[in-house]
Structure formats: structure tokens, C-alpha cells
């Protein structure tokens, strides 16, 4: 124990001197003898070093980022962080980022005890092009990963996408003894640079470099060198109900506020709200699209023949458009071929699709507006300014009456005014081109709801059977019709069910507002129930929406449990048993309720003459739960865990 916390120490006092990039290829021998982090005693690995440095090229403003890292690999769970990935984008002029310089060596001793050093091949180094619409792929994976071993490597990423610089992540999935991120910035560019995170600097420190950079019309320009670090870096754990991880990871981010060109005028790029309303307005796939209404002004004639009140129209446009496109799964705010083009081909991207769901909804005299925002796995939104680079979609936002309902018709199943939950990030901007954009709350209009009924009848011989009536709305109404959808005939998705409940059989079924996607989803089953043991027969009516396993594990949460939407669960079952039989024991009842009326947990069991009544009900209020409040959530699911484990059990009288 005391020689790890020594070779920690030993290795700190080095790295807190290191103001460059570190030797490559000439790992340490106190980072040979490491055998844990002792910081982390559960970590697979560890970064030993971490360096990267940034600066604009003179010759062509390209960005030039290097990267640097060794790793200590203790085990095999972290053989995979000798797989890496350098994602590049490569914009939509097909113009972009390049990779250079890779190289890479791991370290390991064979079986004699002597070092071995195997150095990466350019063979087997790999690009592949299809990783998305914008982006390449640069693969390689580290040779002779092994326990014990160290693994290093370098390369260098040039860009001509310097609105962001390069952005730098201290925490990522493996702790980090040290990491340092150094950036080279002329006067002539001016950026915003943020701090996301819990954790703070070891060291943040700038100095100033005379006439560094010259640009276009040979001048010269002064340059700041800033330099960011952080020390013993603990992993970042993601755990379920979170938007996305870099919205919490311990990083670095820059955006371009303004920069001079070679004539020595200077743009801004930190706009006002002001500035992008009337971008967005005169933006070809854009505000010029929304001024295509004529085109569907007679089909959504049509489409709303009959219907004399706004809802009505709104509704019928909204299931038409959902039932005419066939959505590509692309995100996007503008739309990439046009509102005519996309509608032609019956195929298109949100934003192709929600365009037009705006411009036919104003066609036939509704008010209808652009909704952007930023989904939950894209990041959380600057507040501060706008970024209009932060922003991957739109909805459609309309106002009928005193209400105003969001929608995205990509969804055939989703119904009217009910966002998906990709879209329910914090908030989104109204773009209301006749007067000032404004924020709009992004929240889940219906809740996640479940309600079983049993009506049950124990025979002589313990079985029991009756009827088991599901009702579902909300977003759990969606979560089942796109489960149905999932299979080709109900039929299939009934045995499926069937062959899921253990012990349990069902006889026939019923499904009724399958396709009233305004209604709850209701599921009607006659079953039967065998789970007679030795004159005991056990009765379980959570079956149906069993938590097996507490979603919240870690001992502590440093960023928020986010639902998207709050939930409401009840079961009551009423039980009628033969005289023969007996109940063991009535469960206790069960009364919790978590903090600032954030959710309760209910349940109760009572028995009147020969029949059973259990009513249960589980319910958060809240979409969002502070880290503060995790364990406070976290005991409520164990307590939840424990209620729905609870057997009633009878046996027969002696």
C-alpha cells in the first residue's frame, strides 16, 4: 500500500512540472511497478499522461491539434481503451478534417520478464467513411494489449473548422492522473472559452507571445498561450435516466465570439437572438422554405374538408403528415432537399418533415411556428448567447386558442401535442419571425402511466385465473404500441407476452384504441395462474411491471436523474379464495414519500371474509431529481424493489 501511494506521489511531482508534451515512447519504471490506482481501486486503467496542444496554421487558418496519452491497462475489462476511434467531421462541402502522424507503441513483458516493445503498423490503421452524413472514422487498435501493459500513442488532426477551436475532455471513462490541454491563440481570434463540470483546475495559466502569427496582409499579431490542467481526474460513470454525458463530463469548451480577416475587418460571431431571428428568416433551407405554404394549400384543403374548429384542422394535417412520410432518422433545423422535393418523395429528415407540417398547417389559416432546440443526446443549450451550432432539430410549435401544442410528425405513433422524449431538453427557442424569438419550456405534456386491474378466483386445487385489464397513456400508451408495432400480427405479440410470464398463461386477449392514439391503450386477458408448491400457493401481482434491479447504483451522483416525464404506476387486484385456504401472512402496508413532494410509494393489502384486495400505487411526480436528491431516490427504489418481491401466500387449512 505505502510503495503505490509512493510511486503516486512520485509520478504527481513529475507530471506538476510539465508545462509540454511529455517524451514519447519512455515510460517510467513507477509506472511499470503500478499495479491499482489507488485513487480508484476499481479502475481497469488509468491514464498515466495526458497532453494535447492546439494553434491556427499560418499558412492556411487550418486547425492543428496534437494528441498525446499513456495508459497503465491493469486488466482485461480495459483492453478496450487499446481500440481508439478518432471521429473527424467533414462538413457538408465534403471538405474536412485529416489525420496525420499516427503513431503508437505498447509496452508489455513477455514470459522471461523482459520488456517488450511492439510498435503500431500503418496497416493496421483504418478509415472508414460511413460513420455518418458528417463524419469519418480513423480506427486503429493498439498491438499486444495485455495485462500489465502500457500502452501510447500520439497523432495530429488538421482542420479547417475553427468556430469551435478544439474542445478537450478531462473526464472521460477511465480516472486520469493528469491532464493538460495547452492552446495557441492569435489576437485575431477571440473566443468564449467554458468550463463545464464538477471539477475545478489544477492549473490555469496564460502568457503572452509577441507577434507570433501572421496573417493575409502580412501583419503580425501577439498570441496568447493558455494552459488548462486538471489532477487525479476520477472516471466519469454514466448511469440510466441522463441526457447527455457532455453535458456533466469535466471539459473544456471554445466558441468563436469574433475574428479579423485579412483585410483587418473584424466579424462578429457571437450573435444576439436578434441576428439569428433574421438569419434563420432569409435562410434558404430555412425561413424561406415556411414561405412555401401555397403548395399545400389545396391538399390540406382536403385533408381538413368538414372540419370547422382549429384543433380539428391541426390534428388532421398532423396524422396525415405522419402517415405520408417515411422518416430517414436524420436530425436536423434545416431541411437538407427542400419542403417540395421531400413531400414528393414521402421520405425526409425531421427537419424536411416538421418544416412542412409548419408551412401546411399556416396553408389553411392555423397559426404555426418553428420550434428549435437541442435534443437530449446532442447537449444542453448556452444560455448565455446563442450558438445556433448547439441546435440539431425542429417541431412545430401552433397556438390554438389560449394552448400551444408541440409536435413532430416523424412518428406515426406518436399522438397530437405528446413530444418524444429525444426532444424534452430543458428548452427550445420559438422562432415567431413576425416579432421576437422567445424560450419555450421543453416538458413532457402527459406523464408515463400504467394502471393493472385483477380480477382473480382461486379454485380448489390453488389455481387461479380471471381477468387482467391493462390501461396505458401517456408515454407508456406510445412505449406499447411501438412494442406491438414491433411484431407482424397482435397474435405475435400476445404468445410473445405469454411465453414471458412464467407461470402464468394467457387464454385469450383484446386490444382495443390500438390506432386512437388520443385514447389510453387498453389490454384485456382471461389467464390463468399455477404456482402451487407443497400446498402453497404464491400470488405476486406486480408480474406484469416487475423492477428487478435498482437503476441507481452509484454512491454518489454528481449530475441530475433526468425521467423526461414523470410516472404513475398502480395495481389493484381483488382475490376470492376457496374456504379450504388460508392467507400466511397480510405484507405490512407500505407509506413512503420522497422529498419535496417528488414521488410515494403506496401499498396495502386487506382481507374481508374470503377475499383479498391489494392496491398499490407508485408514483414521481418530478421529471428532474437533483443529485442531491439521488440517494433519497435511490433508497425509494430499493424500497419499491422490496415491496414487489412480496409474495401473498396461501396454504390449505389442516
Not at 400466511?584 to 371474509?609: C, F, Y
Request: hydrophobic share 35%; charged share 25%; proline share 4%.
Amino acid at each position: 500500500m505505502k510503495k503505490n501511494l509512493l510511486l503516486i506521489a512520485i509520478l504527481f511531482c513529475c507530471l506538476s512540472t510539465f508545462a509540454q508534451d511529455f517524451p514519447y515512447g519512455k515510460p517510467t519504471s513507477e509506472e511499470f511497478e503500478l499495479v491499482k490506482y489507488l485513487k480508484d481501486t476499481s479502475a481497469n486503467a488509468v491514464v498515466l499522461r495526458e497532453f494535447g496542444d492546439a494553434y491556427i496554421q499560418e499558412s492556411n487558418g487550418h486547425l492543428i491539434f496534437n494528441y498525446h496519452v499513456r495508459i497503465k491497462i491493469f486488466n482485461s475489462k480495459a483492453f478496450n481503451q487499446g481500440d481508439v476511434q478518432i471521429l473527424l467531421y467533414k462538413g457538408s462541402s465534403r471538405e474536412g478534417e485529416i489525420t496525420s502522424e499516427i503513431k503508437g507503441l505498447t509496452f508489455y513483458y513477455d514470459q522471461n520478464k523482459n520488456m517488450i516493445t511492439s510498435e503500431l503498423s500503418p496497416k493496421q490503421i483504418f478509415t472508414e467513411t460511413d460513420a455518418g452524413k458528417y463524419h469519418d472514422l480513423k480506427k486503429f487498435a493498439m498491438p499486444n494489449v495485455s495485462d500489465g501493459c502500457i500502452i501510447e500513442y500520439k497523432y495530429s488532426i488538421e482542420s479547417p473548422f475553427i468556430r469551435t477551436y478544439r474542445n478537450w475532455d478531462f473526464q472521460t471513462s477511465i480516472p486520469k492522473i493528469y491532464s493538460e490541454f495547452r492552446a495557441s491563440i492569435p489576437a485575431v481570434y477571440d473566443y468564449n472559452v467554458s468550463l463545464r463540470g464538477a471539477h475545478k483546475l489544477s492549473k490555469n495559466s496564460g502568457e503572452l507571445m509577441k507577434e507570433c502569427y501572421t496573417f493575409g496582409n502580412g501583419s503580425k499579431a501577439d498570441c496568447s498561450r493558455l494552459t488548462y490542467a486538471m489532477s487525479d481526474i476520477p472516471a466519469f460513470v454514466e448511469e440510466k435516466y441522463m441526457t447527455a454525458p457532455s453535458n456533466f463530463k469535466s471539459a473544456l469548451y471554445f466558441n468563436l465570439s469574433k475574428y479579423m480577416d485579412n483585410m483587418g475587418v473584424t466579424h462578429k460571431l457571437a450573435m444576439e437572438w436578434k441576428d439569428v431571428d433574421k438569419d434563420l428568416k432569409d435562410e434558404e433551407y430555412f425561413g424561406k422554405q415556411l414561405k412555401k405554404k401555397d403548395f399545400f394549400k389545396d391538399k390540406m384543403t382536403e385533408v381538413t374538408a368538414g372540419k370547422s374548429e382549429p384543433v380539428d384542422k391541426a390534428k388532421a394535417i398532423y396524422s396525415f403528415f405522419q402517415s405520408w412520410y417515411n422518416w430517414n432518422d436524420y436530425y436536423g433545423k434545416y431541411s437538407d432537399q427542400g419542403i417540395k422535393k421531400a413531400f414528393e418523395s414521402h421520405s425526409g429528415s425531421s427537419a424536411d418533415i416538421n418544416l412542412s407540417l409548419i408551412a401546411a398547417m399556416n396553408s389553411v389559416g392555423l397559426s404555426a411556428e418553428p420550434v428549435i432546440l437541442s435534443t437530449r443526446s446532442n447537449g444542453a443549450l448556452n444560455n448565455l448567447f446563442p450558438v445556433l451550432s448547439d441546435f440539431d432539430y425542429v417541431v412545430c410549435g401552433i397556438k390554438i386558442n389560449d394552448a400551444t401544442y408541440l409536435l413532430d410528425a416523424t412518428d406515426p405513433l406518436l399522438p397530437f401535442g405528446l413530444l418524444p422524449l429525444r426532444c424534452i431538453n430543458d428548452k427550445g427557442r420559438l422562432m415567431s419571425f413576425d416579432k421576437p424569438s422567445s424560450w419555450l419550456d421543453l416538458k413532457a405534456s402527459e406523464k408515463e402511466s400504467n394502471f393493472v386491474v385483477f380480477n382473480m378466483t382461486m379454485d380448489e386445487q390453488g389455481k387461479t385465473s380471471g381477468k387482467m385489464e391493462i390501461v396505458s397513456s401517456g408515454y407508456e400508451s406510445y412505449n406499447k404500441r411501438k412494442s406491438i408495432k414491433g411484431f407482424n400480427t397482435i397474435n405475435e405479440y400476445v404468445e410473445n407476452l405469454d411465453e414471458s410470464l412464467a407461470k402464468v398463461k394467457i387464454l385469450n386477449s383484446d386490444i382495443s384504441n390500438l390506432k386512437e392514439l388520443d385514447l389510453p391503450l387498453t389490454e384485456t386477458f382471461n389467464i390463468e395462474i399455477n404456482s402451487m408448491n407443497n400446498d402453497l400457493v404464491h400470488i405476486n401481482p406486480y408480474f406484469m411491471d416487475l423492477i428487478k434491479e435498482n437503476p441507481f447504483k452509484l454512491r454518489e451522483r454528481t449530475y441530475p436523474v433526468d425521467l423526461g416525464a414523470g410516472s404513475d404506476n398502480r395495481v389493484v387486484m381483488e382475490l376470492t379464495f376457496p374456504d379450504k385456504f388460508e392467507l400466511v401472512e397480510i405484507p405490512k402496508p407500505v407509506a413512503i414519500s420522497l422529498p419535496d413532494n417528488g414521488g410515494r410509494l403506496l401499498s396495502q393489502a386487506t382481507l374481508l371474509q374470503n377475499k383479498l384486495i391489494v392496491t398499490y400505487k407508485m408514483e414521481l411526480t418530478k421529471a428532474i431529481y437533483t443529485s442531491q436528491e439521488y440517494q433519497y431516490l435511490k433508497e425509494f427504489f430499493n424500497k419499491v424493489i422490496q415491496t414487489q418481491q412480496t409474495d401473498y401466500i396461501f396454504r390449505k387449512k389442516a
